[in-house]
């Protein structure tokens, strides 16, 4: 009797493994094995081109619509980033390039500080290194979460943030606060949290930039920097971040344009276009398996060595999958075809890139419906709650650095006289006249006159006179609007500027000084009576750091890097 049950249950068991066979021989092949097979060598190619424009829209007989719509319907490429722009207006531009692309064009933008990066009516939050200096992993998952909400309103698919480069050059022209900080281990933290908001609001994050763009003095918008550090130095430092992100599931990493002699001698061969740097480390040894995108191709690090062909071709044989913003698209998805036909790159290499990048399109569900809902745009971006979370991230940020007894301001009226004095360097910033609008809507009662005067850019041709114009003055409230700017090659301050705030200091002068971008600038005048670090000029940042100088918020923050000897990573003062 035993035997024939036993008998009986492997009958079974062999006929369910027969059906389980079966079954998986006449599985469905996805929507991206079935796009990719029906596309020519050509196509597949240009799914690998993501183009630019600006998110306005566009009459169909503007020439840049035209020069869009030739790229998708003709060259039929892949996707397209924009810039500057208006949420609807942008959002019913992409609908109508999706309308005219046989294959969904996957959207992407860069939005690490929130959707008003590019959009003049979108969301904005304080800097990375604000969230560093919360020491608040859930703040950047809900920041991350809220933008991908905005993303998927708007028809754009993949952010390229976070920036997970690790701050730790002081005169980092380019990253400095747009870095969570200097230690790998809170930019993990804070990336991972961020990347996590990003991809369950159903945003595809991307890590930037790989393989560490933390330790520069070069703004590859300007040259390519070169990094001689040995792999022991990256492998405890710049690389610790980005092992995480992929650890943990980052669906998109993008490369940066910098040499590494350790990794590839080929001189002026940025990291974008080295098959060592993308296939040797990023693929084969970390095992990443997502998207692989450029950095901007339009950078003079890149373009004042290489044509846009010879760009293209390196781009496709290093293993990049996102070619981005590459210099004449039609001639480089020619040369990527010529190189491909002539047997210098396999055809299975171009299919591994497409392939991953239809697959991408799928987790988007873009095959299901590639339009958006332009009826919700307005009231999802930029909604309440956005702003209600960017006042919060702003006001757990604020770092009170040093203060010799200057504050919280006095909370009685007092005959004493204040005056604002904003220093920047370059461009004016739009938020000095709203710092002295709501610093004196807050000290109005407290001081007997604040007097705004003319801001001071560069050079202070007499610091004597200047002085003495000043006289009159009990307090001396500076703002420095001193920040990351493309091609301007420097986050410093002039050098009369910080010769200015020390002879106010000598002189027995209450001088507070409030950084509202880089945090190293206190090292230029370090006995000033009070610092405070906001590290961002946006409004949030602004109310915050006003409602730490009268005590309506105690200061909270934790410096996320190192100043000097004196203010290391970690310190952070408070009020009793």
Wanted: charged content about 25%; hydrophobic content about 40%.
């Amino acid at each position: 009797m035993k035997k024939i049950f036993f008998c009986f249950l492997l009958i079974l068991l062999l006929v369910n493994t027969l059906t389980e066979s079966r079954y998986s021989y006449s599985k469905e092949p996805s929507w991206a094995e079935r796009t990719l097979g029906k596309m020519t060598l050509h196509e597949k190619i240009a799914q690998m081109i993501v183009t630019y424009s600006d998110g306005y829209y566009l009459d169909e007989n503007d020439k840049e619509f035209l020069r869009l719509q030739n790229l998708i319907v003709n060259e039929k490429i892949g996707g397209v980033i924009f810039f500057k722009g208006k949420a609807l207006e942008e959002a019913r531009l992409i609908n109508k390039l999706q309308s005219l692309s046989e294959t969904p064009l996957l959207i992407s933008q860069d939005f690490e500080r929130g959707t008003a990066m590019r959009l003049e009516d979108g969301s904005i939050y304080p800097s990375n290194m604000s969230l560093g200096a919360t020491r608040n992993p859930d703040l950047a998952y809900k920041m991350g979460f809220r933008i991908a909400k905005e993303c998927r309103a708007l028809g754009v698919h993949q952010n390229y943030s976070p920036v997970m480069d690790v701050n730790n050059n002081p005169k980092n022209p380019i990253i400095n606060v747009r870095s969570f900080g200097e230690d790998p281990k809170l930019v993990s933290e804070m990336g991972l949290n961020m990347i996590k908001g990003l991809q369950e609001g159903g945003v595809i994050a991307t890590a930037k930039h790989f393989p560490g763009h933390g330790d520069t003095d070069i703004d590859t918008h300007n040259d390519l920097p070169v990094i001689k550090y040995d792999m022991k130095r990256l492998n405890q430092i710049e690389l610790v971040p980005f092992k995480s992100a992929i650890e943990n599931g980052v669906k998109s990493v993008m490369i940066a344009h910098i040499s590494f002699p350790e990794l590839d001698k080929t001189p002026n061969v940025p990291s974008s276009m080295s098959q060592a740097v993308v296939k040797g480390l990023l693929i084969d040894q970390l095992n990443f398996q997502g998207l692989i995108v450029t950095d901007a191709l339009n950078m003079a690090g890149i373009t004042k060595y290489f044509s846009g062909e010879q760009v293209g071709v390196a781009c496709a044989e290093a293993g990049i999958d996102l070619i981005l913003m590459p210099q004449g698209e039609s001639k480089v998805i020619d040369a990527i075809e010529k190189a491909v036909n002539t047997g210098k790159i396999t055809e299975e290499r171009i299919d591994r890139s497409v392939t991953k990048i239809l697959e991408a399109k799928e987790w988007l569900k873009l095959n299901e419906n590639k339009l958006t809902d332009e009826s919700k745009v307005m009231s999802t971006v930029n909604s309440e709650a956005a702003q209600v979370l960017s006042q919060q991230i702003a006001d757990e940020s604020i770092t009170l650095v040093r203060n010799e007894d200057m504050l919280p301001l006095p909370k009685k009226p007092t005959n004493d006289k204040c005056v604002i004095l904003s220093m920047y360097y370059g461009s004016e910033p739009e938020n000095t006249q709203y710092f002295y609008e709501e610093f004196t809507k807050k000290t109005g009662d407290i001081f007997n006159n604040v007097v705004k005067t003319k801001s001071i850019n560069g050079d202070i041709i007499s610091l004597e006179a200047a002085f003495k114009q000043m006289d009159d003055f009990d307090y001396y409230i500076i703002p420095l609007f001193i920040k990351v700017k493309m091609k301007s090659g420097t986050v410093g301050m002039n050098e009369s500027q910080a010769d200015y705030v020390n002879f106010l200091t000598y002189n027995g002068k209450k001088v507070i000084v409030i950084s509202f971008g880089n945090p190293y600038l206190m090292d230029n005048f370090p006995e000033v009576p009070a610092y405070i670090c906001a590290y961002s000029d946006c409004k949030p940042s602004i109310n915050a750091a006003i409602k730490s100088l009268v005590g309506e918020i105690k200061p909270k923050g934790k410096l996320p890097v190192t100043i000097n000897e004196n203010y290391k990573f970690g310190h952070g003062l408070t009020y009793k």
